[in-house]
């Protein structure tokens, strides 16, 4: 996007509900119609506000653009610099509002909290440059992430810092940058998605758990019902089986002591480690025998 009049600060970072900037335009556009740089980038743009979405989706305090125009000056509005960031996230405000684009006289002075670029080698120098600063002497973005969908290598980040500087992020061993505004990390992803392989841009929590797209989050919801039912099948023969065991037992104890009186308690233990099935077979046995220790010596494994 074209950033060339984008240095002049018209409107200061305020929460006051009682702020009001001066003679706002109102003769805004939100569609330039131009593309992304390529479909990955699209899929990329999507999957991060998708992810985002599905993770926040108990709140309804959050809002989240992409590839969206974001209007702060009126210098912005007659230079017609319109592109936005290719992905944003505002917190603490209202996210049921509609919204063609993000409006920041509109909003309280409220700006993003958290911006990434999706980087191509026509875009790099400016989005870590040009618009770095913007987003940090202007926008006060406190989280700032650039990534090129093609190159795995290139994701750089970026924090404010206590002199509303940006600090360079760290990454951990995996490679993974932390988002301090989400309490996510960002790092890379290698699958597909809408038929498209590559190393894609995705957030993870702090326990490095792959934050889900709302079809993962199905699927794996789906798989988890799948295995709670087998499971539940699982335990229910078993205890069917149990049941079946106890009653052969019970027969056969039954049949024992009515034909030789009192079972030895060892005896009654050997019987119980026995199967439903060895339990049934002594059953026609004990039919056939005078006595316990005649038992014992047709059926071994008594």
């Known amino acids: 996007m074209s950033t060339e009049s984008l240095q002049e600060i018209t409107y200061q970072t305020t929460t006051n509900c009682d702020w009001e900037p001066p003679l706002p335009p109102t003769d805004l556009i939100f569609d330039d119609g131009e593309p992304l740089e390529s479909n990955r980038h699209r899929i990329a743009m999507n999957t991060l506000i998708e992810s985002i979405h599905e993770y926040l989706k108990e709140r309804e305090d959050f809002f989240v653009g992409g590839n969206m125009f974001i209007y702060y000056s009126s210098s912005q509005v007659r230079n017609r610099d319109f592109r936005g960031p290719d992905f944003f996230v505002v917190l603490n405000v209202d996210g049921k509002k509609d919204r063609q684009g993000w409006v920041v006289w509109e909003e309280n002075g409220r700006y993003p909290d958290v911006i990434i670029e999706l980087m191509s080698p026509s875009t790099s120098a400016e989005d870590i440059g040009t618009k770095k600063e913007i987003y940090q002497e202007t926008f006060r973005t406190p989280d700032y992430f650039v990534y090129d969908p093609f190159n795995p290598d290139s994701l750089q980040g970026w924090h404010l810092n206590e002199n509303q500087e940006y600090q360079a992020l760290t990454s951990n061993e995996r490679g993974w940058l932390w988002c301090q505004k989400l309490g996510l990390w960002v790092g890379t992803w290698s699958g597909t998605l809408l038929r498209e392989t590559a190393q894609w841009l995705r957030f993870y929590d702090t326990d490095s758990n792959l ?26 023969e078993t205890i069917e089986q149990q049941a079946l065991k106890q009653g052969a037992l019970r027969q056969l104890l039954r049949m024992l002591t009515t034909r030789f009186g009192q079972i030895p308690p060892q005896f009654e233990l050997r019987l119980q480690e026995l199967n439903t099935h060895q339990l049934e077979d002594l059953v026609e046995v004990v039919l056939t025998v005078n006595s316990i220790e005649e038992l014992l010596n047709q059926n071994p494994f008594v």
């Open 211 to 236: 934050i889900l797209l709302p079809e993962e989050a199905a699927k794996k919801q789906l798989e988890e019902t799948q295995q709670q039912l087998e499971l539940t099948q699982r335990q229910l």
